[in-house]
Every structure is written in structure tokens, then in C-alpha cells.
């Protein structure tokens, strides 16, 4: 696991953008808002120039480019548009950009560019936790000031490109406020694309991009909508993947299909919050200067690639703002039955299996939806007694709290740190609004101040700010696999959701409900990326009595749930996975099939020298059902010469410890 990163406060440049590049070195100019680059490369384009430009009638281009990735944006007869390409091929085609303000004004038909930047940046920073134990920060920016011809309102519009994909967002520049009714991004993807659309905990649907089902209700907003993250497949091999990052004070984005126009897709910026509660928010106010979030898209030249660049949103986030994160400790989770009883055998059981945490999910303080006092535990709880005894055994405590009781959070979390709570579990969080942005930051760093870890579950969507406040440990926005999904779900969400950031996934070992076999749910633990992991859901410890009916148990006693470094080793969206993650010097290997049988030959070059003893759970026979299909131990040793032979059953999987022998 990588360490703290050195603390630095989010910072404002004078576009308003927290964690702005000014960290890096800031170039500043009379006539220009600043942009941050590094001392290499950086040069500047007065506003005559452009005007002589457009003057002659030529469009103006800039374009930022990074390993094979070019994000260009440009002024065609005075609207803006940008585009997308790797390695020359089309991502996104040609494309408008532009905000309407809410007295109707539009910003990005008619425009001038008053001043342009560009530059380079290169650093590393170390995570609390993550995929990989050092991340690298190497983008070139390009940076319009423009100025919108019939109101005279400044605005301006930033490109980045990164090896691992490209970001672009809007800046207001004029001082006071401004009131954003719309954003009028668009993304035109190339012929025979295929997105991957869900709303809410549906599942995902393949589909043309003109053809997102319409959904929601008369309290919520309705059309052809789809949440982010959005995966696209195009062309030869190549995959993309629509995000958002350092989404602060602004609704969160979801991409509507555009009536006429079979492969667009449109922004939406959200009126209502996921679920319907709360006030409607048709506008949303910001002080200004201010960006918008990040629109970011993860590219891969393969579809495995795709899965190892989701770092780029953490990158586009606001740095660590915390001085201290020694008590953010990442780690796995048990769920307990709401009694003393089963949070002791709970925490024996913990102690006993390498978990770090126990949980009393809904219901220990009352019913969810008619308590709103989460400070006192039902009779059938001595929680002093349960968090005392844990204390003692090494194991925290998590508590669920649904919205309902999160009232007066600053009271109710430092209430639960007098009692030695670890952290928290929200419920049903109905994100979507400017004011849900706003009071799910807030959670994330009242909960900060008191030590607290805090996981928000329901339709909440990350947005990267896991680095700002490492205590958001994990958020869900997903169809649960408590739900016992399909297989090809489960292999869909490496490419779409998780890419997104942390996701709280339960994995469900050793259900009959199962859909997959049980070495299936065992390779979740390394394929997903989830630094906070509940494991055993639905189960009582009882049940684990008797260990040589579980075949699979030392591999969730050993697996890590945070990594020094991570490698995707094979994979295809809706078909197949596999990814290898390290922590120390012993390697994890999760590989995941969907309802197709499979055998994956998979390199083992990415260890290091010398000879490995490699542990294999694998499917068994297949059963009559995948649950039924048993888990095979067996081991061998392997060296970075050899190759893994990873035999799948039909929703199969197989985990593999590689540690040094």
C-alpha cells in the first residue's frame, strides 16, 4: 500500500478549480487567468492572433496530445466543438461544447477567444490506498479564454490529455455569480458503437447510443437517460469510457440520447435527485470564477488497458486535503445480525479470518425508514459492550445510518467517535442535485474531522473524491451483487462501473442464490477494486465452523483489499476477466468468466524472479447449477517464464495466490 500522500489543501485558481494545477507552478499574466503547467513547455497566444484567425475564416484548432491520445477543441463560424482521437482513430467525433446560463443566455455559439495557454505537467504522488502504490500525474493542457460576442460574459474551456485518456471541462470567469441552467456538451461517437447504459441498480444494456431506454418517473427525471460511468465499444478492439471527476458545488452529469441524431449523446445535468425526494433544482447558482466538473473519458487501446487507466480520474481530482489519514485504514467487513450476541461471535469470527471490521448494517437503532434517532441501539444490542470487546481483538465497528437520521451529522458523527465507531455506512443517498453534491462533500468531511471511514451506498456515483477525502473509503451506484446478479454483469463491471472509482460490491460466497460458481465470487476480490470489502453477505459465522467445507476460506483470510500494483492481464467486456494485484511480494489473481465456459492462458511475466509457489482455486466439475460447482485446490511452481492454463466453468472463475516460495 502506498503512503500518505503529502498533504496539500485544495486550492482555488482563478477559474475557481479545486486542487487547480497552481500546485505545480503557475504561469500568470496581466491579461490572463491563470493556468498551472510545468516550467518545460508553456506558451501563450494573444488575442490578436486569434482574431486575425477567425478574421481570415479559418477555424480555430488546439489540440492537446498525450501517448496516442488528442483531445482538440475548436471555433467553427464562431460555435465551439471539440473531438476525440487515438492513435488517429475516432473516439468521440466532432462535438459542441457550451453552457446555457439561466436568463437563456448560451455561451459557446458565438464567441471569440481572447486568450490561449498551453503546457505541460509531469508529477507522482502516493495515494493513503489504491490500485497502485505511486500514480503518475503527466498531461499536456490547452486553455481557451473566450468571450461570448452578444452578452460580453467571459468564459473559458480546458483540454487535457493523458496517456490514459483525455478531460475537458468549463471555466466562468467573470467575478460574482452565475446560474447554469444546461450543460450543452455533446458526444458524437463513430459508427457502430455500442454503450453500455444503466440507471439507478439496473443492469447494463448494450446498446446504440441513440437507443437508451427511457426511464424515471413523474418525481424524477425522465427520458432516455443513463448514469455515469459509460462504457463505449468501438471499432478494432478500441473502448472508451465516460466519467466524471472533481465534481464539486455543480449537479451530477447523466447522458441522454438526442432525438435525430442515432450516435450522440447529450449532457443532462440532473433536476431531481436519484430517487425523487427533495426540491427540484432546474438551475443551479455557483460563485464565480468557477470550473465545472471534469468530463473525463478513460480510453484503451484494449479492453484490459481500458481497466488499468482508471487512475486518470483520481488524477483530474483535487489532492489529499487531509494532514493526517494514519487512521484510514482500508480492510474487509462482516456483517452482523442485530444482536450482543452475533457482533461477538462476529468479532471472534473477524479476528479469527483477517477481517478488520464488523458492521451492524439497518436496523440496530429501529426501523430505517420510521427511525430518525440513530443514537440509541435496540434492546437487543449492548453496543459498549460489542465495541469494547472488538476494540480489544484488533476489530472496528461500522454503523448504518440511513438519510432519514442524518439530520445533524456534525452531532451524530462526533457521538459515534466517543463511542469508539470506526465508520459509517449511509443509506439510501439520493445524490443527483447541486444540494446533494453539496451535502454528500459535506458528509464525506464532517466525517473526516471526527476519524471516521465513511462508505455511501444506494444511487450515489464517484466523482474522484476519494483522494480529496480518503475517509470516503467506498459508495456503491451499482446493482448489488446481494441481488445475485448474472455473470455477465459481474464481468461488465470492471470495464464500466469500477472504472469509475471504489465500489462497494458484497461479495456473496457460498449462496445457493448464486448465479455463478463459488470461485466466481472468489476472484471478485481481486478483479474488483474495493478497498473497503464485505465479505460473507448474508452469512452467519456458524456456517464457517466447520472450514474443510469451504475450500475457498484462506484465500478471503489472505487477500488484501488495497494493492502496490495491479496489472490487467486479459479481458472483453461482458465476457471475461482477468487481473493480477500485488501486495508486497505475493501477487492475486482474479479471473472471471460469464455464463460461457473458458480457459484463459495467462503469462506470468509480471512477477519477479526466482520461482513462485502458486495456490489455484478453481471450478470444479460444473454442478447442476453454478453454485453446486465446487472449488479444486491445488498448487505448483511457476516462475515469470510460465504460463497460467486458467480453466473457467460456465459463470466460473478461479483465484490464484502467487507468493514467493
Known amino acids: 500500500m502506498g503512503t500518505t500522500e503529502d498533504r496539500e489543501e485544495p486550492t482555488r485558481d482563478r477559474a475557481g478549480a479545486p486542487g487547480a494545477l497552481s500546485r505545480r507552478g503557475v504561469l500568470r499574466g496581466a491579461a490572463a487567468v491563470t493556468v498551472a503547467v510545468s516550467a518545460a513547455q508553456t506558451s501563450t497566444q494573444p488575442a490578436h492572433a486569434a482574431d486575425g484567425a477567425a478574421a481570415a475564416g479559418r477555424p480555430l484548432r488546439a489540440t492537446a496530445r498525450m501517448g496516442g491520445n488528442a483531445i482538440t477543441m475548436s471555433v467553427v463560424d464562431g460555435a465551439l466543438r471539440w473531438s476525440v482521437h487515438h492513435h488517429g482513430r475516432t473516439v468521440v467525433d466532432t462535438s459542441a461544447l457550451g453552457l446555457r446560463l439561466g436568463d437563456g443566455t448560451v455561451l459557446g455559439n458565438d464567441v471569440t477567444v481572447t486568450h490561449h495557454r498551453h503546457g505541460t505537467a509531469r508529477t507522482t504522488w502516493n495515494p493513503v490506498?489504491?490500485?497502485?502504490?505511486?500514480?503518475?500525474?503527466?498531461?499536456?493542457?490547452?486553455?481557451?479564454n473566450l468571450r461570448d460576442r452578444a452578452s460580453g460574459v467571459r468564459f473559458g474551456v480546458q483540454i487535457r490529455a493523458y496517456r490514459t485518456g483525455v478531460a475537458l471541462r468549463h471555466l466562468l470567469l467573470d467575478e460574482g455569480t452565475a446560474t447554469v441552467s444546461d450543460e450543452l456538451t455533446t458526444f458524437v461517437f463513430p459508427d457502430d458503437t455500442t454503450v453500455y447504459s444503466a440507471r439507478d441498480e439496473d443492469a447494463y444494456l448494450p446498446v446504440p447510443p441513440g437507443s437508451i431506454p427511457v426511464t424515471g418517473t413523474s418525481g424524477t427525471d425522465n427520458g432516455p437517460l443513463t448514469d455515469l460511468p459509460l462504457t463505449a465499444t468501438?471499432?478494432?478492439?478500441?473502448?472508451?469510457?465516460?466519467?466524471?471527476?472533481?465534481r464539486l458545488d455543480f449537479p451530477r452529469l447523466m447522458l441522454s440520447s438526442t432525438d435525430g441524431q442515432p450516435g450522440t449523446l447529450s449532457a443532462f445535468l440532473m433536476e431531481h435527485t436519484a430517487r425523487g425526494t427533495g426540491t427540484v433544482e432546474t438551475t443551479s447558482t455557483v460563485t464565480t470564477p468557477f470550473a465545472t466538473?471534469?468530463?473525463?473519458?478513460?480510453?484503451?487501446?484494449?479492453?484490459?488497458?481500458l481497466v488499468d487507466n482508471a487512475e486518470l480520474i483520481l488524477n483530474l481530482a483535487p489532492p489529499n486535503a487531509l494532514t493526517d489519514t494514519s487512521w484510514i485504514k482500508p480492510g474487509k467487513v462482516f456483517r452482523c445480525e442485530l444482536s450482543t450476541a452475533a457482533g461477538l461471535a462476529g468479532v471472534d469470527f473477524a479476528a479469527a479470518r483477517g477481517l478488520q471490521y464488523i458492521e451492524y448494517d439497518a436496523g440496530w437503532y429501529g426501523p430505517e425508514f420510521t427511525t430518525t434517532d440513530a443514537t440509541r441501539p435496540i434492546a437487543a444490542i449492548d453496543l459498549p459492550s460489542v465495541i469494547s470487546y472488538a476494540t480489544s481483538k484488533?476489530?472496528?465497528?461500522?454503523?448504518?445510518?440511513?438519510?432519514?437520521?442524518?439530520?445533524?451529522?456534525?452531532?451524530?458523527?462526533?457521538?459515534?467517535?466517543?463511542?469508539g465507531v470506526q465508520g459509517i455506512k449511509l443509506g439510501f443517498i439520493n445524490d443527483g442535485t447541486q444540494a446533494m453534491t453539496d451535502q454528500i462533500t459535506d458528509w464525506a468531511r464532517t466525517a473526516a474531522r471526527y476519524r471516521l471511514l465513511i462508505d455511501m451506498h444506494d444511487d450515489v456515483r464517484p466523482f474522484g473524491y476519494e483522494r480529496t477525502y480518503p475517509n470516503w473509503i467506498s459508495l456503491?451506484?451499482?446493482?448489488?451483487?446481494?441481488?445475485?446478479?448474472?455473470?455477465t454483469h459481474n464481468v461488465t463491471l470492471p470495464?464500466?462501473?469500477?472504472?469509475?472509482?471504489?465500489?462497494?460490491?458484497?461479495?456473496?460466497?457460498?449462496?445457493?442464490r448464486d448465479r455463478t460458481t463459488n470461485a466466481h465470487q472468489m476472484a471478485m476480490a481481486a478483479v474488483y477494486y474495493q478497498p473497503l470489502n464485505f465479505l460473507f453477505w448474508y452469512d452467519k459465522p456458524s456456517k464457517y465452523a466447520n472450514a474443510a467445507n469451504w475450500p475457498g476460506l484462506p484465500w478471503f483470510d489472505s487477500v488484501p483489499t488495497t494493492w502496490d500494483e495491479s496489472r490487467t492481464l486479459a479481458g472483453s467486456i461482458g465476457e471475461y476477466v482477468a487481473v493480477a494485484r500485488r501486495s508486497g511480494d505475493t501477487w492475486y489473481l482474479g479471473a472471471m468468466t460469464d455464463e460461457t465456459s473458458r480457459t484463459l492462458s495467462v503469462p506470468l511475466s509480471f512477477l519477479g524472479g526466482g520461482t513462485y509457489t502458486a495456490t489455484v482455486y478453481a471450478d470444479g466439475v460444473p454442478g447442476a447449477a453454478p453454485y453446486q460447482t465446487p472449488v479444486v485446490v491445488s498448487s505448483r511452481s511457476?516462475?515469470?517464464?510460465?504460463t497460467l492454463s486458467v480453466a473457467m466453468a460456465p459463470a466460473g472463475g478461479q483465484a490464484v495466490v502467487l507468493k514467493p516460495s
Open 129 to 144: 490506498y489504491g490500485r497502485n502504490a505511486t500514480v503518475t500525474d503527466h498531461y499536456q493542457e490547452q486553455r481557451w
Open 234 to 246: 468501438l471499432t478494432d478492439g478500441l473502448i472508451a469510457c465516460v466519467c466524471e471527476s472533481a
Open 293 to 305: 466538473p471534469w468530463r473525463a473519458i478513460v480510453i484503451g487501446s484494449t479492453h484490459a488497458e
Open 394 to 419: 484488533g476489530v472496528g465497528v461500522f454503523l448504518y445510518v440511513n438519510r432519514l437520521a442524518l439530520t445533524d451529522a456534525d452531532s451524530l458523527f462526533g457521538l459515534y467517535r466517543s463511542w
Open 476 to 487: 456503491e451506484g451499482v446493482r448489488g451483487n446481494e441481488q445475485f446478479p448474472t455473470a
Open 495 to 512: 470495464f464500466a462501473r469500477n472504472i469509475g472509482g471504489p465500489m462497494d460490491y458484497t461479495i456473496c460466497y457460498g449462496q445457493s
Open 638 to 642: 511457476v516462475t515469470s517464464e510460465s
